[in-house]
């Protein structure tokens, strides 16, 4: 089966500082992906998916920003981040074989103080 | 109202106890169920998918009523390895999940 690596695993930013998460997957070509975002105590919000290289879409506008720049990797990126963009980043795919079962990676925990 | 919602919990169970929790959805057209296990500050899991017919994985039962629109998940003879964080995960035949805000288990000694 596929696996989705980010990194990094925890960071403690300062407001108004950028940010970069970067998550990969192995195993499969071409996959959807998606980044997360799930606030302490929270359920998961969707915040971008792409479907090919360059292709993303946005599900709530924010101060985040995402890009695709291979087939395998994600990036979520902010230029000023502020403190409520604190939590746990996931990315995920949907299982590789088809159906509609979805797999994330390790996550990323952000602190913005 | 949320799309997918779940019992607020959290659950304090005993070893040995049988838990249910629930979950309603708002989308007639919701077309895929799971539930997710998550473990703290970790990623969720999959735990099982849930059938129209119901299924069973060991100590884990699913079941899936369309015509209300709920799923369940019942665990017999808690673990103390079953404390954590329960995801319900509604998918729509375009492909869109959207996860309930889950419930928390801890079971004790």
């Known amino acids: 089966s596929q696996t989705i690596h980010q990194w990094p695993a925890t960071l403690v930013q300062p407001v108004g500082s950028p940010l970069s998460l970067e998550c990969t997957v192995e195993?499969?070509?071409?996959?959807?992906l998606y980044w997360y975002r799930q606030a302490a105590g929270r359920g998961l919000q969707l915040l971008f998916y792409?479907?090919?290289?360059?292709?993303i879409s946005s599900e709530v506008p924010q101060n985040l920003s995402a890009s695709r720049p291979q087939d395998r990797q994600f990036i979520l990126s902010s230029k000023k981040l502020l403190l409520s963009d604190s939590g746990f980043y996931l990315c995920?795919?949907?299982?590789?074989?088809?159906?509609?079962?979805?797999?994330f990676g390790e996550g990323s925990w952000l602190t913005v103080v | 109202r949320k799309e997918v919602e779940q019992d607020p919990g959290p659950f304090n169970v005993p070893e040995g106890a049988t838990v249910a929790f629930n979950c309603t959805y708002s989308?007639?057209?919701?077309?895929?169920f799971f539930w997710y296990r998550q473990d703290c500050r970790k990623e969720p899991k999959l735990l099982m998918s849930?059938?129209?017919s119901g299924n069973e994985d060991g100590r884990f039962t699913a079941q899936l009523n369309r015509a209300s629109q709920y799923i369940s998940l019942l665990i017999r003879d808690s673990k103390l390895s079953d404390s954590a964080t329960y995801l319900c995960?509604?998918?729509?035949?375009?492909?869109?999940?959207?996860f309930g805000d889950g419930t928390t288990l801890t079971v004790k000694p």
């Open positions: 995960v509604v998918n729509t035949n375009a492909g869109k999940s959207t």
């Open positions: 195993g499969t070509s071409n996959p959807n």
């Open positions: 849930v059938y129209s």
């Open positions: 989308n007639s057209a919701s077309q895929s």
């Open positions: 792409s479907v090919g290289i360059g292709q």
């Open positions: 995920a795919s949907p299982d590789r074989r088809g159906g509609n079962t979805i797999y």
